[in-house]
């Protein structure tokens, strides 16, 4: 029987090993945390090089708002399908060179580690696309499928311009599908494919009572704004994690059978999650599938903290005259940030909190995804050819990643993979990949390319 | 018609102003912060030396387990009552002195202020206690009643060790009643005689939920310690400002109708108060008497603080694993902190809530006090002789204050007043008093004296 392409092609990956190992060293060595432009300047060339020096694709790097934005695009045959690459070159400070076992961006290797900041958030994960590519072009001499890659320099910023950029640049990214490469795998040992995201309305509730802050021997008569907002924030959820605001759950979408049935497959495992967090039980006592089902398809909120605190002046004497939390709802299709806002003005009003402000802190609508999508089935054979294990999500509770976003506005679906190993130490000190998840991370996606080229053909 | 001595006494204050707030003077440059061991020493050897020098009392400085105490006595003869009066010479630290408009231990006289620290809190009112006795030996030659004076260093440190020393020195002590002189007017004009404390049960709450801080996007399965705190906050007090602790109130004594008769001559303002907090109405919407009562007989409970807050790392995209908060009950006598403490933890196992860990910051039992006070009447008949606006307090909405448990030790009924301005700004940079506050002060002390030799002949 003759070995298929992809054969070739993984093969490959193996054969030049070492090559791809010093590839992602070269891109790690290149500093490029957000905030420093002139390293970002400079891992964009690099990176643009990469592409055109070993892939052969035509690149460019043009300017965005802040640091630039690699454009790389193979030969564009229309018999194939387009697949655009998304993903970042910019990394997160990497603090005090005394945290890191080796110099943050040294690159060292060290038991089958490359350690490094950058070395799976994103870098691994940049050089697994760009190095699947090569593979491919090495291999079979061309590619299965037209490739797009898009890799910006803002994504570690609270305020990045992708959208923007994605907004001015339509045709040049026109694709059928978008491929975000970015974090990895899960501490269960798989790394799921997101076809959708969650959403968010985040907000900060404030009290202000009056304009002084009573001694606690007033407090008979003077009002105490930690209470007030105690007593509203206590009335978002019931104790059985029923948020109580009305309509809250108008328009949440139940699981379909066929998504049921996709979470009864997932590697779930209740008792190592529950160790992992420290709890006795999941909030209420969801276990297995059910588990999985509230983390996927039921809303929430909760509340990140409450200020003022008891670290403040006279905290022992003094009662709060304001009071405020960030309460955040966790919004699943077809729940609508801007509906939930009103929901809650008005909630809030008709439990006698007229006087509690509302400011929003962030505001993301939930895209769905399908179990039928091209690219998550390509993904889901892609790791089946080459031994990684992963599961589909159609609904995720994964929030607002970019991929989702980049396809809504190019009107294409997407999906989010990641392929650094488990414990990554992602934006901490001694972030590393380990060169097996980084070379599997090149055949995932070397294979799905492969298997994209056949999308709808199965 | 013969003058009173009294009468005397009170032309005496105003002949020797100037020397009286020289004296004033000397002893506020004599540095005396809690902290600095040297200077209260200096500052209680030159208390001791003007009870001794200007008054002709015996007078000691006795060790403590920190700053010494001084005690001074008159010539103790059995047919006169025998009042104990007590204060601090030690002060709060000054901070930067470019803060101050005059350096804070220069004791400047600045139209008509005395500037500096312990100008109100507490030398204007160690002063008049000692000026007064002195104006009495200068008119009269003779004091109308047996005098003890105890003066402590450590009033501004959290741990006091004066209930040891009342304990150790309870003949040296030994009197009819304790007066308490600090503090002073109050915004309306009016220095309130209180005849007893409220009390205090303080605790801190806390929720522990888990090990590790969930991200946002995990609360629909991991909990909230915040969440959790708020529910458990909530189920303490209700709406309508009633605490929800099963037998909070049991015990809670109702004002008499003669103490509700003595409130209704209280110079209350409701507007003046709602504008000092900036609030546009008292809880429950109390106004008049019924705000006054609230204030003085009702118990509540109160929140002082929550954490954690916002200003942590990744507040973001984490929530809290573990959650406290302050929260104060507020009692009237006769609740015990001992049972509310019991009824709490009942009412938090009861609603759910047995994992919410109760610690105890503080507690302390309220302490009732009489309008029959034989001290409270010669107080208040004291003040009539000297134009001061005053008025009793049997119930007080002050906290734990000393004259009252050292009344209790001793066995002997206890009153507080303060003499300095209501703009004194003690604890401030530009702490001061103002001249016809002190000598005011010094004068209705003298007539309390002259009043309380009197006591249960009106």
Redesign the interface.
Known sequence: MRATPLEAVLHTVDDRAELFIADLQRVMRQPSVTENEADCEACAELVAAMMMGEIGLDAEVLPSRHNPVVVGRSAQRPERPTLLITGHYDVVSPGPDEDWISPPFAAERRDGDIIGRGAADPKGNLAAGLKAAQAWIEAAGDLPVNLKFMIEGDDESETGHLGEFVDAHRELLRADAVLLLDAGFTRDGNSPIHLGT?G?L?VELQAR????E?Y?????????A??RL??A??TL?D?DERVCVEGFYDNVQAATPAELALMAEYPWHDES?LE????PQ??TG?RGVE?IR??LY???????????????PN??S????A????V?F?LVPEQDPDDILAKLRHHLDRH?FGDIEIEV?RRFKPIPGSADSPLGQALLRGAGQVGVSTYLLPHS???GDKWCWIGQRLGVEGALIGVADPDRRAHFPNEHITVPYYLNGIKWVAATFWEYSHAGQT
Chains 1, 2 share one sequence.
Request: glycine share 8%; with cysteine.
């Open positions: 969650a968010s985040a009572t009056g304009t002084k009573p606690f021997i007033w407090t008979q008569l003077i009002p105490d930690a209470f105690v007593w924030l206590a959820k104790a999650e992992f967090w420290g709890i999941f909030v969801a588990a509230r983390l039921e809303p929430t909120c909760s509340i990140h903290g409450i200020e003022p605190g008891l670290d403040r905290a022992t003094l009662i709060p005259c009071a405020r939390a960030w955040n966790h006698g802190l509770f994964e929030f």
